[in-house]
């Protein structure tokens, strides 16, 4: 089971970090993407980090201000989105998908399982 948190109402130029917490599997077998889907929109990738954290991959348009991480012990996965932007909006969800090798996994089709989603809201 994942369950994300931390979304809201931002202002354009804030910042968010959302959870995604993992239970009933050892976290570190797995990948862990993040993807959104704004409304009237189908979902899209937006970064996704190994099973060991060592590896990340980032959608363009929010590389250099989105930090993806995890902390295994605690079986949680974060992002970090800075200078947020009115395009920004969307709901967020975290995935997971068992993996043997550091493969970082950027397709939705890639991933088992999925969080309910939180959203998030940029505007003024």
């Known amino acids: 089971q994942l369950v994300e948190s931390g979304g809201g109402l931002v202002q354009p130029g804030g910042s968010l970090r959302l959870s995604c917490v993992a239970s009933?599997?050892?976290?570190?077998?797995?990948?862990v993407g993040w993807f959104r889907q704004a409304p009237g929109k189908e979902r899209e990738f937006v970064a996704a980090?190994?099973?060991?954290?060592?590896?990340?991959d980032y959608k363009e348009s929010v590389k250099g201000r989105s930090t993806i991480s995890r902390e295994n012990v605690k079986d949680t996965a974060y992002l970090e989105i800075k200078r947020l932007k009115p395009e920004d909006t969307a709901v967020y969800f975290c995935?997971?998908?068992?993996?043997?090798?550091?493969?970082?996994?950027?397709?939705?089709?890639?991933?088992?399982?999925w969080g309910q989603g939180t959203q998030v809201i940029v505007s003024s």
């Open positions: 995935a997971a998908q068992h993996t043997v090798t550091g493969a970082v996994i950027t397709t939705d089709s890639g991933y088992t399982y």
């Open positions: 980090i190994s099973r060991a954290g060592t590896k990340r």
């Open positions: 009933g599997r050892p976290f570190s077998d797995y990948g």
